[in-house]
């Protein structure tokens, strides 16, 4: 009897969901590929990853489309980064919430495809490059890439993972 219920165990625990790992509002990411480390807002009301950049310019490179930015905010360095574009993405924005819904603005960012470490765990997440040098957070990680992580987040709580190490 005792090994019927062991194997009833065994089979049923893949179906049983992992729970999240719980962060902050606030976390450290490393984005290797730009060799540097971030302090990232953990934004559930945002569907993509916001990375600050400045100077973007879109270009063709072997029939792909391609970005060249520069990092943005006060401390950035003037390095040049070139990245694969994976898509364009449409972000909706209103300047009331009052104004007739008609007249929403749409900018149009590229999106690219970046690895993300968070603590121990690193993941290749679609990241829109945007100014966020007026924001008090360079990088903003959302919905898209907390679920890649496996993340949920706890808005009292701030830097609970670990510096990054991947």
């Known amino acids: 009897m005792k090994s019927i219920l062991?194997?009833?165990a065994l089979v049923a625990l893949p179906v049983m969901a992992a729970e999240p790992t719980l962060y902050g509002r606030y976390e450290y990411i490393q984005l290797p590929e730009i060799g540097e480390t971030?302090?990232?807002k953990m934004d559930t009301g945002a569907l993509t990853a916001s990375l600050s950049?400045?100077?973007?310019?879109?270009?063709?490179?072997d029939g792909d489309d391609w970005v060249r930015f520069r990092l943005?905010?006060?401390?950035?360095s003037d390095k040049?980064?070139?990245h694969k574009v994976s898509r364009i993405s449409k972000i909706k924005s209103r300047a009331d919430e009052d104004d007739d819904k008609d007249e929403a603005s749409v900018a149009k960012r590229p999106?690219?495809?970046l690895e993300m470490c968070l603590g121990n765990v690193k993941r290749t997440v679609e990241v829109n490059l945007t100014d966020r040098s007026s924001f008090n957070y360079p990088l903003l990680i959302g919905?898209?890439?907390l679920r890649e992580f496996g993340a949920a987040?706890?808005?009292a709580r701030r830097y609970t993972a670990d510096k990054p190490d991947c």
């Open 6 to 8: 062991a194997l009833l």
């Open 38 to 40: 971030f302090k990232a």
């Open 53 to 61: 950049a400045r100077d973007i310019d879109t270009f063709t490179r």
């Open 72 to 76: 943005g905010g006060k401390d950035a």
């Open 80 to 82: 040049v980064y070139e």
């Open 111 to 113: 999106v690219i495809d």
């Open 143 to 145: 919905a898209k890439a």
């Open 153 to 155: 987040v706890n808005p």
